[in-house]
Each structure stands twice: as structure tokens, then as C-alpha cells.
């Protein structure tokens, strides 16, 4: 696909999205965050939903959980403009509660065509609402991250969102080890050339 199309599809969704109210959630969030990052890149990150910072800045983890998000990746040098970050819904739940099955499947669609439009190899899921959603079936973090699951020819690990890791930082070790995963397997892959071979995003 021409540059030019990927653009104008991706411009499309965009669209779609400013004006989507196919849930309740619109009605007290003050911006959409379609997710963002580098539109060719390899690795997608999935989380949750916009929290406060998000919500006013219309960019998905930009806050407290973003700033660490930020340093994890770092620490596996992945710039995040490199990557691509979003989440599974687009607007902020009202008091940062766990979106609804209703609302998540709402917005699912809008997740379908990112991950269509960008063909990840690799997929990080941020957390229990992100693997829950993608994966399907009970999830329970602490049982369940660190293990590589393949779906349509994508890999997917499931770690803790950063905002656990505030709230508890003795899960810090295991969510290491997750990153030093990924980090192996980018490698294994060869995708670290991918990412840096290509044109970064936005923040
Ligand atoms: N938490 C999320 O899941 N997503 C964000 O964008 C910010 C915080």
C-alpha cells in the first residue's frame, strides 16, 4: 500500500472516530485520544483508557503511568515516538473507572482498524482490561503476563499497566523481566532494525 493510502485510511478512521458516540462516554470526555505513535511500527502497546492528562491532552499516556510507560521502554531503548501506543477505549472513563464490557465493545472496532492499518508484529498488552478484550477469557495479571500467545500470525504478551506499578512497586522485578522479554524477542525477530528504519511519530 502507497504511503499516500496508508495516510488517507488512517485520516479516515480519524474522522470516523471525532465524531463516533456510540457509547455515553463521549458525553463527559473533553477528547477523543485515538492512541499515537509511529504508524509503521512493529510493536503496538495496547492499555486501558485516557485518564485525566489524556483526556485533556487528547494523547494516550501522557500522565503518571505514561511518564513510567515512557521509562520502560527506554530502558529497552525504544524510544516511544517509535512505537505505537493506545488504548482499548478512546475516551475517559468518568473517575478513571474500568470501562464497561458495553463501552469496550463499542469502541473495539476502532481498535480492529489500528491494528489492521498498522500490522503489528508484536503486541504488548498493558494490563488485565487490555488482554481481556484482545485475548479474551479470564485474565488474571499475575498468573498470566510474561507469556507470548500468538493470534492471526501476532504476538501478543500481556504485562502490568504502569499505574499498577505506581500503586505497587514490588511488582517492578516481574514487570522487568516482561520488558527484557520483549526486548529478546524484538531482537530474535530482527524488528529493532524495523524500528529504527522507520519514520518516528508523534511524542
Ligand atoms: N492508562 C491507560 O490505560 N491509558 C492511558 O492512556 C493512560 C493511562
Known sequence: MSALHADARWDAWHQALLKCNACT????????????????????????????????????????????????????????ERVYICNIV??????????????ANACLPFLRAQ??????????????????????????????RGKWVERKGVLMMLTYHPSALLRDVSKKREAWEDMQALRDKLMTLSLYEDIYSHEAGSI
Open 25 to 80: 462516554l463521549c458525553q463527559s470526555a473533553t477528547r477523543k485520544v485515538p492512541g499515537q505513535g509511529s504508524q509503521t511500527a512493529p510493536l503496538m502497546l495496547i492499555g486501558e483508557g485516557p485518564g485525566a492528562a489524556e483526556d485533556r491532552e487528547g494523547l494516550a499516556f501522557v500522565g503518571p503511568a505514561g511518564q513510567l510507560l515512557t521509562r520502560m521502554l527506554m530502558a529497552i531503548n525504544l524510544p516511544r
Open 90 to 103: 478512546k475516551c475517559r472513563p468518568p473517575g478513571n473507572r474500568t470501562p464497561s464490557q458495553e463501552e
Open 115 to 144: 491494528v489492521a492499518m498498522l500490522r503489528p508484529r508484536v503486541i504488548l498488552l498493558l494490563g488485565a482490561t487490555a488482554a481481556i478484550h484482545t485475548l479474551g477469557g479470564e485474565v488474571r495479571v499475575t498468573r498470566d
